[in-house]
């Protein structure tokens, strides 16, 4: 209850106003019906009520006193928390009614005294219980509109499932109203709460659930050996010795070739395409090349050990590398 109301009360403030008024009696049935909506959670219903009483004028006695703005406002507001209280203790705060024709009763200025200075304590508290300016988590603030949403989706089933009763079986409703309306509430409270469940558990999931960062997938390193155009022809000799030494006779076979193929490079009788197989590059081979038939055999044992064998015998690299070394020989001056 507001100080301006108490003081109305206690000065009795005469009011000439154009707007609407109400007895006290009326406007504490009121404050009580909209007191009985707030306890059945209808919120939607009291703020309806409360924004109708802003404005209005309470006559009592000869004397008039507006409608308490600080209680009724957040309550039409509809999502403010902590309403109950300053609206209980309005209504308790309300004088008896006057009998027609009598006067005001008297005041019991010590009981109102004592009401002003609890009001003030409690409003300095912090305990009065006025409106809540807490901003609500998100799920909290879900769940209360879920649970208004259903309970209102309920009210409806309810008068349809009424209304469908009456009109298919009018004579069965009384018999089984009863049973049917506390059937059907179970079942819709059953229902709700599952959905309830369901939706709580998403929102909390989604809130829990850290942003899943990118797959890195790392490219796999480059292998020098692979491109032929990373070396010369003589480098590709000595990588072929070289790994040979080291017993990884399969890969100094691919060395071997790939010298062979840069040697046709830069003698002109190839030219190096992106894509091409290595077939490709035997028949692109001029046929006037006198070793053009060897070159073909070598690409056959090539393919045959790199993309056929695991691992090549010491023997199949020692025959690969004097056919090899005999071509590069006449390709003019390439070092064995």
Known sequence: MS???LAALVGLTLCSSTTASLGLEAYRARLSSIEMLLLRHERATAADQARSLLGQT??????QFPTDRYVLEPIADATQEGVVAPLQALLSALPSATPPGAGAPPLDRQALSALVRRQVEAAASGSLGGPSLRKLPFS????RRMKQGLHWAGQRLKELWRWLRKWLFPEQLKKTEGTLSSLVMVV??????ILLTVVLAAVLSLQRRSPALPAV???????ADADPLSRTANEWVQRAHALA???RHREAIRAWYHALLVSCYRAGLLHHQTGWT???YVRSLATDVPWRGRFAELTGRFDLEWYGRA???PEALDAFSDAAGAILGELDGVSQ
Not at 140 to 143: I, K, M, N
Request: glycine fraction near 14%; hydrophobic fraction near 50%; aromatic fraction near 6%.
């Open 245 to 247: 030494v080291a017993g």
């Open 58 to 63: 309470v006559d009592w006695g000869t004397g």
């Open 188 to 193: 819709l409270v059953g229902a709700g709460l």
């Open 278 to 280: 290595n077939w490709e």
């Open 140 to 143: 909290e603030v879900l769940t």
């Open 3 to 5: 100080l301006l109301t």
């Open 311 to 313: 691992q090549s015998s």
């Open 217 to 223: 997938v790392l490219a796999p390193a480059p292998d």
